[in-house]
Structure formats: structure tokens, C-alpha cells
């Protein structure tokens, strides 16, 4: 079983992963019927998560996610936050994400907020 | 429907209600299959909520559920955060609860983390 840590590092890969051959094998993590919901975007399933997430990245060019503080977590949920910024430079967005581990050990439901950025 | 703040004190409202006869009318707010999972406490269906409630009421006599910060939402969900406090003192503890609201229009899911308190 992954420890939040683990949760969170993975799932920012795969948001930080520029092309689909790359990211692919990060969504292997995720389950195929995932739900995704967060205050601006919502996706079902691996193939509209994989097309969301894409469309994140050319939206965010230059921009990475950086994990903000200790993920945590209890059963089958972690919590963890983080910093949407172009590297070593300050935040320009960040966000808290529920993620909800399905039976088969992978991601099955996200849902994200947006957090205030510290200026 | 519902906003992310009217949720947030219905629910506080609930958490605070150290009788039955009081808290019952509030219940009426979530589903009768509601799920509640945080790191200490999980149950299922309204009747398992409201005898988790009433056993938390009497571990923390004394004590009140307060909003801390801005509830925030989107689609199903809201997000807010509290304190538990004696009336007027210093928080002893805290969480962040996010709230799913079903299909009829009441709390059918809830998955709460504690936080940091601010010491």
C-alpha cells in the first residue's frame, strides 16, 4: 500500500509529465473509470484525465508542481498540497487535492481545490 | 442549493448539538446512507452518524466546533476548516472536512483530516 507521500510524489509526475509517452505510464496509477473534479476542470476516465492533464500542460508551459508541505492521509484517502510555479521562482497558483484509493490500489477519485498563494 | 457556507454551519451546527432531541432535526440534512470517514472517527448511515456525534459530544464536553477561514466549493463538494475550542479559548485541535452532497440534495459523504493547530 502507498503511503501519502508516495500518492502525492506519483500523482505530480504524472501533472508534471509534457508528453503523453511519459505520462502514460504514471496514469497506469491511475484506475481506468477515475473521476476527476477540481474548481476549473473535471475529467472521467484515464483517457479524458490524460487528455485534461495535456491540455493543463500546454496551458502552464514553463510551469511545474511542487509539492507544498506533509501529505497526509487516513483508510483509503490522502491529502496533500501544492505549488503550481515556474522553477525556483514563486507560486503563481496552488491547490489542495483529495485523492481517494480505489480496491485495486489505484487512484479512482480526485477532487482538488484552490488554495490562497502566500504573495 | 446549498452554498459552501450554509453547509459548513449546518454542519458545525450538528457537530455542536449535545442532544439528541436537538441534533435529530440537523441530521435531516444528511442521507440516511451518509458515510463518514476522518482519521478517529468513521461511520455509515445517518443513525451511526449521530451515535459517533453524541460520543464525541461527550469526549469533548466543554468544547465547540468553530468555522476557521472561508468554506469554498465546486460542483458537489465544499471544503471548510475548524477548530474545536472551549468558548472564547484557545483551539485544542483542528481539521478540514470536505463535504460531497448527493443527488437529493444532502450530505452523503464526508472525509475530514485533522490539521495543525496554530499554537
Redesign the interface.
Known amino acids: 500500500m502507498q503511503t501519502p507521500a508516495e500518492i502525492a510524489e506519483a500523482y505530480l509526475a504524472a501533472w508534471n509529465a509534457t508528453d503523453g509517452t511519459t505520462r502514460l505510464p504514471l496514469l497506469e496509477n491511475w484506475d481506468a473509470n477515475a473521476r476527476y473534479?477540481?474548481?476549473l476542470m473535471?475529467a472521467d476516465g484515464r483517457e479524458a484525465i490524460d487528455a485534461m492533464i495535456a491540455a493543463a500542460r500546454e496551458r502552464f508551459a514553463g510551469l511545474v508542481f511542487i509539492l507544498r508541505g506533509t501529505p497526509?492521509g487516513?483508510?483509503?484517502?490522502a491529502?496533500f498540497s501544492w505549488d503550481l510555479a515556474p522553477r525556483g521562482g514563486a507560486p503563481v497558483a496552488g491547490g489542495?487535492d483529495?485523492v481517494?484509493i480505489g480496491e485495486h490500489g489505484r487512484i479512482a477519485e480526485v477532487?482538488g481545490?484552490?488554495d490562497e498563494v502566500a504573495s
Open positions: 473534479r477540481d474548481p473535471q497526509d487516513h483508510g483509503a484517502f491529502r489542495t483529495i481517494r477532487i481545490f484552490l
